[in-house]
Structures are given as C-alpha cells and as structure tokens.
C-alpha cells in the first residue's frame, strides 16, 4: 500500500474557488492526500478549536426554576472534568462533503418538509454554513473517518463535555481522555426552529449555535 501525506492546499482551493474564504479566515485548512506517485486521493478539512480548560460546572436543571426541564434532568450537581478540545464552530458542509465525496458517508437526509434549503444540493451552495440533515448515525462515521484520516482523537462529544459547553462541536482531547469531537451537525431539527436556524447561518455564517445540536 503506497505511504500518503496530507499537504494544505487552502491557499490555492480559496484561490480557485474551491474552498470559502470565510473558513480559511475562520482558521479551517483543506488538506489534500496524496501517494507517493503524487496522485490526489482525497480532501479533508481540520477544524479550528477552542480549549475548554479544566474545572466543576453545574449540571443538570432545578425544576422550581426551569419549568420546561424534562423529568430526567433534575436534580442539579457540580462535575468536574479535565481539560478537553473542542471545535469552535458547527461541522460545515464543506467538511461533511469530503467525506461524502470520499465515499465513505452518505449525503444528508432529503427535505423533511418539502423545503429547499433542506436539500443538499442547496447545502453544498453555502459550503461555509453548518450542514444540517444528518442522522447520529452519519455523524458519528464522520467523527470516525476524521479520526482515521487524521490519527487524531475525534469523536461525538460524550454528554457530559457537551453540557459543559453548548454550542461546540468536536475536537481532540489534551489529556488523552475526553475528546469532544466537533459535530454539531444540526440533524433532526424541530420544525420551529427551522426559521431562527435559517437566519442565524445567514446572517452570522459559521457562527449559529442551537442548543439542540449535542447529542
């Protein structure tokens, strides 16, 4: 089997059109695999990450105070974790489609509605926003083949590094132990929130943040 090695070619993809500036500004780097013959095999993008340091949170809810929480979240306890890596922002689409176009996961989901911006035809126009429309399933094969591709620890984040910080993503863990793993991948979204979710990417591109994106 011919050794490879991932060489960035961000510059050159923003150069080309290939690959959006405002990722490249955000701190996302294209990297392209090849052999030793120099033959392209695949593309993969690293994410930028946020160090989420060690210490206690509070988690769970306190019912008298929260009337929306659910009857498994109470009661509320201090957990202390150790320091962990996370994604800064949401999985993009231009990340899910090198994995897609790897051919080692599935696209995202049709419309759930009938709705065109659901359509990955429609996602793959605005490479630089969240992708939405995928199952826990494809996820967790993307957070694999991330994983794989770059010998790095990367996975779905566990609950408790999830709780810890709403909004995140994935990432490798500095201590070896808790990887979060940048997902963040808007799956089965509720129908009201469709619109808010919609506007946040438009106007703030890779900056939405949906409570209900951590599995």
């Given at each position: 089997m011919a050794q490879q090695q991932a060489v960035d070619i961000t510059e050159l993809a923003v150069l080309g059109g290939q690959f959006p500036l405002q990722l490249q500004?955000?701190?996302?780097?294209?990297?392209?695999v090849v052999d030793t013959s120099g033959k392209d095999r695949y593309c993969y993008v690293l994410p930028p990450l946020c160090e989420v340091p060690a210490g206690p949170f509070l988690m769970g809810s306190d019912s008298q105070h929260?009337?929306?929480?659910?009857?498994?979240e109470p009661p509320q306890s201090v957990i202390s974790l150790p320091t962990?890596?996370?994604g800064t922002y949401p999985v993009t689409g231009a990340e899910y489609a090198c994995a897609v176009d790897a051919g080692v996961i599935g696209e995202p989901q049709t419309a759930f509605w009938g709705i065109d911006e659901?359509?990955?035809?429609?996602?793959?126009?605005?490479?630089d926003?969240?992708?939405?429309?995928?199952?826990?399933?494809?996820?967790?094969?993307?957070?694999?083949?991330?994983a794989h591709v770059?010998?790095?620890?990367?996975?779905?984040?566990?609950?408790?590094?999830?709780?810890?910080?709403?909004?995140?993503?994935?990432?490798?863990?500095?201590?070896?132990?808790?990887?979060?793993?940048r997902h963040e991948q808007i799956p089965m979204i509720a129908a009201q929130e469709r619109q808010q979710l919609l506007e946040a990417t438009r106007t703030r591109g890779m900056l939405a943040r949906m409570e209900h994106t951590i599995w």
């Open positions: 500004h955000l701190g996302f780097h294209l990297m392209q929260d009337p929306e929480a659910k009857d498994n962990f890596s996370i659901w359509l990955w035809q429609w996602q793959q126009q605005r490479p926003h969240p992708v939405i429309n995928i199952t826990w399933f494809q996820a967790k094969a993307y957070a694999a083949w991330l770059t010998h790095q620890p990367w996975r779905l984040p566990p609950k408790l590094n999830g709780k810890s910080r709403r909004g995140g993503a994935m990432g490798a863990s500095t201590h070896g132990a808790i990887p979060g793993t």
